[in-house]
C-alpha cells in the first residue's frame, strides 16, 4: 500500500476513534435534565417547539425574535428533536453531543487538509473536543445554538479550502466550493449570528496555512465581500431583535469603562481557563469596575503577546493567525456591546479556543524538534486530564440543583445562581427554602426584578398575597415590561379581591406578550367565576393553542365546557389532562361528575375512587361518590361515604343536607 493510502487510512481510523472518545467522554449527558436557565424559553416551556415540525411552526421559527434571538435554524432543530424524541432531555441531549462529536472529526479532517500535519491536526481537534470548557456548549440543551452553528462553520470553511485548492481551474466546481461557502455560512448566521467574524478568520487562514498572501491582500479583501455584507446584515438583525427583547445593557446600567476594562481582563480569563479549566460556572456575574491595576497587567499582558506573534509571523505564521483567531473570534462577545448580566462565557470560547490551542500543538511540535516522544506524553497527559475533568464538569449539569449549587461554590455574588436555585425548589413545592434563596439573592442584587418576581411568586403560594403584591410591583418597577409578574401580579389581586384590577393585569401581561399561555388561562379562570362562560372557554382555547401540553388550562376548560352542558367535550379534555398526569385526583373528580351527569354512574364511580386512593383526604370525592352511590340504590355505602365527608370538613352543608335525605327517605 502506497504511503498516501497508509496516510488515508490512518486519518480514517483517527476521526473513528475521536468520535467514540467524545462520546464516551460526553454520554453522561444523557442523564441530565433540562435546566431553569434558558431550557424554558427554548423547549420545556415553549409551546411553538412542543408542537415539532410543521408549515406553521416552520413560520415562526423564520418569523420569531424569541429568547432575544433571531436563529430559525436553531429552532427548527429543537422542533426535529421533539418529533424524535418528546420533551424527554436525553434524547436532546443526545442531539447535541452528536453534533459536537461531528465538529471535532471535522475540525481535524479541515486542518489536516490544510496543513497535512496528520497528528497536530488530531491533537488540537481532540484537545478542542474534549475540554472541560466545552461541557456548557454540549450539555446544556439550550446551547444547541453553538453546536448547531459550528457545525455548518466548519462546511463553511471546508468548502472554502476547496475553492482555494481549485482556484487555478476555471470551471464550474470551482464556483460550486464557493457558492457552498457561502450557504453553510448563511445557515451558520441562521444557527447564531456569533458566526459573523467567518470572514476574518478564512483572510487569516489565506495567510496561513494556505499561503494566498501573494495574490494580493486587496483581492482576497474582495473576494470576501458577499461574507461581509451578509455577516453585516446578520449584525443588524441580531442587534434590532435583541434590543427589542430588552438583552442589550444600556450605557447607565454597565457604563463603557467597565465594558472596556472587562473585555481585556476576560481575554486573559479566557485563557487562564483554557490552560487551567479549574471553578467554571455557567455564568460569571458582571462586577463593573475591575481594580485598575488588573485591568493594566491584562492590557499589558495581550499587548506583549500580540507584539510577540506580529514579530514572529515570518518565521511562525501560525503563531499569528492562532492568536488573531482567537481574539477576533471572542470579539463579538467580549462585552462591549453587553448583552446579558455575564462577564464572560464558558460557551463563547467554543470556536475561539481553536486559535489558542492551534498556536500551543504547532509552536510545541516545532518546539521539541526530533523529541517526538517529549510532544506524545505531553499530549497524551493533557488529552487524559481533559477524559477526567470533563466527565465530572458535565455531572454538574445533572440537574439545576446540582449546576447552581456548584455555581455559587465556585463563584462570588452570583445572584443568579441563588435566584435559580430559589427557583428550582419552589417548582418542587419547597417554598420555604425557596424563599430563602431569592433573599440571598436580592440581598447581592436588589434591583433584580426576576428576584422580586419569584419571591412574590413563592409568598403567593404560601398564602401571603399582600406580600406577594408588593414583591410583584417591585419587579414591575424595575421592569415594566416583565410580563411574567403582570400575570402574577393579576393572580395575588384576584385572591385578594381585586377582581377587576386581576383581570387589567393579565390583559396588561397579553398585551406584553399574545401568547402567554398562562395569562390566557388565568383571564379566562377570572370570567368564568364572572359567569362569562363563552369568553372564558375561548381564553382556555388560546391558553393550550399556544402551549399544548398545558394542563391546567385543559382542566379548567374542562370544567367551563360542563358548566356550558358541553359534557363530551368537558370528558375530551379531562381525558387529555390524564393521558399525560394519571395522578391528578382533581381531574379524576371532575371527570367522575361529567360521566354521572351523562348517566354513566359506575364508571363515575370508579374515578371519584381513584381520586380517593390518589389523595384520601378529600371530602369533595367522598360526597360525589356517595351521591353516585345513593343514585345507585347503594345507601348504606353512600351514607359511609357522606360521613366521611363530614369528618373531614365538618361544614360541608351539601353532605349534611344529603346524610339527612338519605336517613329519612324510607
Same mark, same amino acid.
Given at each position: 500500500m502506497s504511503s498516501a493510502g497508509k496516510d488515508k487510512d490512518l486519518a480514517a481510523l483517527v476521526c473513528v476513534a475521536l468520535a467514540a472518545v467524545i462520546l464516551v467522554v460526553f454520554w453522561g449527558t444523557r442523564q441530565c435534565q433540562f435546566v431553569n436557565y434558558d431550557d424554558p424559553a427554548y423547549i420545556t416551556a415553549n409551546g411553538e417547539v412542543q408542537r415539532g415540525l410543521s408549515a406553521a411552526s416552520v413560520r415562526? *421559527?423564520?418569523?420569531?425574535?424569541?429568547?432575544?434571538?433571531?436563529?430559525?435554524l436553531t429552532w427548527l432543530s429543537h422542533m426535529a428533536d421533539v418529533d424524535l424524541y418528546g420533551v424527554a432531555p436525553a434524547g436532546h441531549h443526545l442531539t447535541n453531543v452528536l453534533l459536537h462529536a461531528i465538529n471535532g472529526v471535522l475540525l481535524f479532517l479541515i486542518l489536516r487538509g490544510m496543513t497535512g500535519a496528520l497528528w497536530r491536526s488530531a491533537c488540537v481537534a481532540a484537545l478542542f473536543a474534549l475540554?472541560?470548557?466545552?461541557?456548557?456548549?454540549?450539555?446544556?440543551?439550550?446551547?444547541?445554538?453553538? %453546536?448547531?452553528?459550528? #457545525?455548518?462553520?466548519?462546511?463553511?470553511?471546508?468548502?472554502?479550502?476547496?475553492?482555494?485548492?481549485?482556484?487555478?481551474?476555471?470551471?464550474?466546481?470551482?464556483?460550486?466550493?464557493?457558492?457552498?461557502?457561502?450557504?453553510?455560512? %448563511? &445557515?451558520?448566521?441562521?444557527?447564531?449570528?456569533?458566526?459573523?467574524?467567518?470572514?476574518?478568520?478564512?483572510?487569516?487562514?489565506?495567510?496561513?496555512?494556505? /499561503?494566498?498572501?501573494?495574490?494580493?491582500?486587496?483581492?482576497?479583501?474582495?473576494?470576501?465581500?458577499? &461574507? &461581509?455584507?451578509?455577516?453585516? *446584515?446578520? $449584525?443588524?438583525?441580531?442587534?434590532?431583535?435583541?434590543?427589542?427583547?430588552?438583552?442589550?445593557?444600556?450605557l447607565t446600567s454597565v457604563?463603557? /469603562?467597565?465594558?472596556?476594562?472587562?473585555?481585556?481582563?476576560?481575554y486573559v480569563r479566557y485563557m487562564a481557563k483554557t490552560f487551567w479549566p479549574a471553578r467554571l460556572s455557567p455564568l460569571y456575574p458582571h462586577p463593573g469596575y475591575w481594580p485598575w491595576w488588573q485591568v493594566a497587567g491584562a492590557v499589558i499582558l495581550l499587548a506583549a503577546i500580540t507584539t510577540w506573534v506580529i514579530g514572529r509571523a515570518r518565521a511562525q505564521p501560525y503563531l499569528?493567525?492562532?492568536?488573531?483567531?482567537? *481574539?477576533? =473570534?471572542?470579539?463579538?462577545?467580549?462585552?462591549?456591546?453587553?448583552?446579558?448580566?455575564?462577564? =464572560?462565557?464558558?460557551?463563547?470560547?467554543?470556536l475561539a479556543s481553536v486559535g489558542l490551542l492551534i498556536m500551543l500543538t504547532w509552536g510545541a511540535a516545532e518546539w521539541m524538534g526530533t523529541h517526538r516522544w517529549v510532544l506524545g506524553t505531553a499530549a497524551a497527559l493533557a488529552l487524559g486530564a481533559c477524559v477526567i #475533568?470533563?466527565?465530572?464538569?458535565?455531572?454538574?449539569?445533572?440537574? $439545576?440543583?446540582?449546576?447552581? #449549587?456548584?455555581?455559587?461554590? %465556585?463563584?462570588?455574588?452570583?445572584?443568579l445562581a441563588y435566584n435559580n436555585l430559589g427557583y428550582d425548589l419552589s417548582n418542587r413545592g419547597e417554598m420555604e427554602r425557596a424563599m430563602v434563596y431569592f433573599q440571598k439573592s436580592l440581598e447581592?442584587?436588589?434591583?433584580?426584578?426576576?428576584?422580586?418576581?419569584?419571591?412574590?411568586?413563592?409568598?403567593?403560594?404560601?398564602?401571603?398575597?399582600?406580600?406577594?403584591?408588593?414583591?410583584?410591583?417591585?419587579?414591575?418597577?424595575?421592569?415594566?415590561?416583565?410580563?411574567?409578574?403582570?400575570?402574577?401580579?393579576?393572580?395575588?389581586?384576584?385572591?385578594?379581591?381585586?377582581?377587576?384590577?386581576? =383581570?387589567h393585569e393579565f390583559q396588561v401581561a397579553l398585551a406584553e406578550n399574545p401568547r402567554?399561555? @398562562?395569562?390566557?388561562?388565568?383571564?379566562? %379562570?377570572?370570567?368564568?367565576?364572572? @359567569?362569562? #362562560?363563552?369568553?372564558?372557554?375561548?381564553?382556555?382555547?388560546?391558553s393550550v393553542a399556544w402551549q399544548e401540553n398545558y394542563l391546567s388550562a385543559h382542566s379548567d376548560l374542562g370544567n367551563a365546557l360542563a358548566m356550558k352542558g358541553d359534557l363530551q367535550g368537558a370528558i375530551r379534555e379531562y381525558e387529555f389532562c390524564l393521558k399525560i398526569d394519571a395522578?391528578?385526583?382533581?381531574?379524576?373528580?371532575?371527570?367522575?361528575?361529567?360521566?354521572?351527569?351523562?348517566?354513566?354512574?359506575?364508571?363515575?364511580?370508579?374515578?371519584y375512587r381513584v381520586a380517593l386512593n390518589l389523595r384520601a383526604e378529600n371530602p369533595e370525592a367522598h360526597f360525589n361518590l356517595g351521591y353516585c352511590l345513593a343514585k345507585q340504590g347503594r345507601r348504606t355505602e353512600a351514607e359511609e361515604q357522606y360521613i366521611l365527608a363530614l369528618r373531614q370538613r365538618p361544614d360541608y352543608p351539601q353532605a349534611r343536607l344529603q346524610l339527612e335525605a338519605l336517613k329519612k327517605t324510607p
Open positions: 415562526w *421559527a423564520f418569523q420569531s425574535g424569541a429568547a432575544s434571538n433571531w436563529h430559525p475540554h472541560p470548557l466545552r461541557v456548557e456548549s454540549v450539555a446544556w440543551v439550550s446551547e444547541r445554538k453553538d %453546536v448547531l452553528s459550528t #457545525l455548518f462553520w466548519m462546511l463553511s470553511v471546508w468548502a472554502y479550502v476547496r475553492y482555494a485548492e481549485n482556484l487555478e481551474v476555471r470551471n464550474s466546481r470551482r464556483k460550486t466550493f464557493y457558492g457552498l461557502s457561502l450557504v453553510f455560512f %448563511v &445557515f451558520g448566521l441562521m444557527s447564531k449570528p456569533m458566526l459573523i467574524t467567518l470572514p476574518f478568520v478564512l483572510l487569516l487562514l489565506d495567510y496561513w496555512p494556505l /499561503g494566498r498572501l501573494p495574490r494580493g491582500a486587496a483581492a482576497l479583501v474582495k473576494e470576501k465581500i458577499p &461574507f &461581509f455584507v451578509l455577516g453585516a *446584515a446578520s $449584525s443588524v438583525v441580531t442587534i434590532l431583535v435583541q434590543r427589542h427583547g430588552g438583552a442589550i445593557s444600556s457604563p463603557v /469603562g467597565a465594558r472596556v476594562g472587562n473585555a481585556f481582563i476576560s499569528a493567525v492562532g492568536w488573531f483567531w482567537f *481574539a477576533g =473570534m471572542l470579539a463579538p462577545t467580549i462585552g462591549l456591546v453587553q448583552v446579558g448580566i455575564q462577564s =464572560m462565557a464558558d460557551r463563547y470560547s467554543y #475533568l470533563t466527565p465530572r464538569q458535565v455531572a454538574y449539569w445533572r440537574s $439545576s440543583e446540582t449546576l447552581f #449549587l456548584h455555581a455559587v461554590e %465556585v463563584t462570588d455574588r452570583n445572584y447581592i442584587n436588589s434591583n433584580y426584578d426576576e428576584a422580586h418576581n419569584n419571591l412574590g411568586y413563592t409568598l403567593a403560594a404560601l398564602g401571603r398575597n399582600q406580600e406577594a403584591t408588593n414583591e410583584y410591583i417591585k419587579a414591575l418597577t424595575l421592569n415594566p415590561s416583565l410580563t411574567e409578574a403582570h400575570n402574577n401580579l393579576g393572580v395575588a389581586l384576584g385572591h385578594l379581591g381585586f377582581s377587576d384590577a386581576g =383581570m402567554h399561555a @398562562g395569562a390566557h388561562n388565568n383571564l379566562g %379562570v377570572a370570567l368564568a367565576m364572572r @359567569g362569562q #362562560l363563552d369568553e372564558a372557554i375561548a381564553q382556555f382555547r388560546l395522578k391528578d385526583p382533581q381531574v379524576h373528580n371532575n371527570l367522575g361528575n361529567a360521566l354521572a351527569q351523562q348517566g354513566r354512574l359506575d364508571e363515575a364511580a370508579a374515578q
